[in-house]
């Protein structure tokens, strides 16, 4: 056994035998990207399955061989050979429907060299006569091959019978967390909008309310650096690295703890303009995992390239979906060792970067150097800091105080002669801050004195990183006859 508690198996095999279909079809979910031509996956992509009788990990990897000729194949190779290491089993995959194939035996070759127990799978035997054509690979010495069709889920069960006798019994502790827990790709939980708690409450959730895990999405558009900087937290080569664009094709989960904090990193395939991006390619594919994996976040980490000069009109939109989906938000500027220093240049780089951003001015600028480390980790506690002031909720006395002040400092125009008056406010929501503020005309209250309020909010508190969202409401009629009848 691994030294996890849990057993490991990866998937191994030659290019395009259907490793990450079976992957998909193991795991119950199509995590990995999966396209009908060689070289998609490249790193490796772990899922914790608990589906069956006994829980392990799973891990797709890239060709061992066959994939000489395409572009990182050493990098590939040797990333499918440290998950082989990790690994308490191998499902060895063949192509079934093609039968043998002469890289077979050389994938045979290198997971015997690992001396890890392995499990053999004929893949793309949907019919009977693959089935058939399945036998030749008894050719290469194996004692048993099972015959399974990934994409249509048959065989499944046989391989779970023939991994549970290989990993023998899973010692579980008792106090193992659920699976929810575990899955590194569970879904974001759903935002209910509710009134404020009691202030009693309130004041306890701010002061100790710190989350224990936070989901970080690390975002940016291709080869700014992000697999680089990932590795360079985790303290080790988990992504591919290279100045070619659009090395990561699939979001890469990874666990880092941190002062008593669990960080859970996706890197992500960079995202270009959508028109240079075409229908039904790996690309496309590619950056429907980002959006989905910046969905599930609880923190945006966007990254420029400083040597690039200032940010683009594509860095924008890319910040604009943060934005827009209300995550908590941190830019950090990448490769700043490259950028000839001179006095003021970090506050002049930082202006021009929330000139652009003007909309998520709100988000704290950390410089750093990949490639080196200078200020890598310091972006963890950024993101521990925002991550906190996301989940803040003032107690509704504080919201009134706030309010109440702003509007006596700066009343709203009159509206036919007659003053838009502040009813009451709440905070009605977090992740990001919400506040509903009910008046007697909401429909006055343009966006110019919308971000007044807001800049009164943040001078109570800043609410570092977050967004601040302010619901203009009328009150019911309902709500006055009950107001009239107390």
């Not at 006798?165 to 106090?175: S, T, W």
């Not at 859970?264 to 395939?269: F, L, M, Q």
């Amino acid at each position: 056994m691994a030294s996890s508690s849990l057993p490991t198996v990866c998937i191994v095999g030659r290019t395009n035998v259907g490793k990450s279909t079976l992957f998909n079809a193991i795991a119950g979910r199509r995590k990995a990207v999966v396209k009908d031509q060689p070289g998609v996956t490249r790193d490796r992509c772990y899922e914790l399955v608990t589906r069956f009788d006994f829980p392990f990990t799973l891990i797709d990897t890239g060709a061992l061989v066959g994939e000489e000729d395409i572009d990182l194949h050493d990098s590939v190779r040797q990333q499918t050979e440290l998950a082989m290491k990790q690994s308490d089993v191998v499902i060895v995959v063949f192509d079934g429907l093609h039968g043998l194939h002469p890289l077979d035996s050389e994938v045979l070759d290198l997971v015997r060299q690992m001396g890890r127990p392995a499990i053999f799978v004929a893949n793309k035997c949907e019919k009977p006569s693959a089935a058939m054509t399945a036998t030749e690979l008894y050719g290469l010495g194996v004692e048993e091959i099972i015959p399974v069709s990934a994409a249509h889920r048959r065989g499944i069960r046989d391989i779970m019978a023939r991994l549970k006798e290989a990993v023998g019994p899973v010692p579980l502790d008792e106090e193992m967390p659920d699976a929810d827990t575990f899955a590194p790709e569970a879904e974001a939980k759903a935002e209910a909008e509710a009134e404020a708690p009691p202030e009693e409450q309130a004041a306890e959730l701010q002061d100790s309310g710190r989350a224990e895990r936070i989901n970080i999405a690390i975002i940016g558009k291709p080869n700014v650096g992000k697999s680089t900087f990932v590795n360079k937290l985790l303290g080790e080569e988990r992504m591919i690295c290279s100045p070619i664009a659009g090395t990561t094709r699939d979001s890469i989960k990874s666990e880092l703890s941190r002062d008593g904090r669990v960080f859970e990193i996706v890197d992500t395939a960079g995202l270009r303009k959508k028109a240079g991006v075409q229908d039904n390619t790996i690309e496309r594919f590619s950056n429907i995992r980002t959006l989905r994996s910046l969905a599930q976040s609880d923190v945006a980490v966007f990254l420029l390239d400083a040597a690039e000069g200032i940010p683009t009109e594509q860095d924008a939109k890319i910040v604009g979906l943060a934005h827009e989906k209300g995550k908590s938000l941190v830019i950090v500027v990448n490769k700043w060792d490259l950028v000839e220093k001179e006095p003021r240049t970090a506050e002049a780089y930082r202006a021009a970067v929330q000139s652009v951003f003007k909309f998520a001015a709100y988000a704290p600028v950390v410089f750093v150097s990949a490639l080196t480390g200078q200020r890598c980790l310091t972006v963890l506690d950024t993101v521990a800091e925002v991550a906190d002031a996301a989940r803040i909720r003032l107690p509704t006395a504080e919201v009134n105080r706030v309010f109440n002040d702003a509007f006596q400092s700066k009343p709203p125009p009159v509206y036919r002669g007659n003053p838009v008056k502040l009813l009451y406010a709440t905070q009605v929501a977090t992740k990001p801050p919400t506040f509903a503020v009910f008046v007697n005309y909401p429909e006055r209250l343009r966006f110019s004195y919308e971000r007044y309020l807001k800049n009164a909010v943040r001078r109570s508190l800043p609410f570092v990183g977050n967004d601040i969202r302010i619901l203009f409401r009328r009150r019911s009629r309902l709500t006055n006859e009950r107001r009239r009848v107390a």
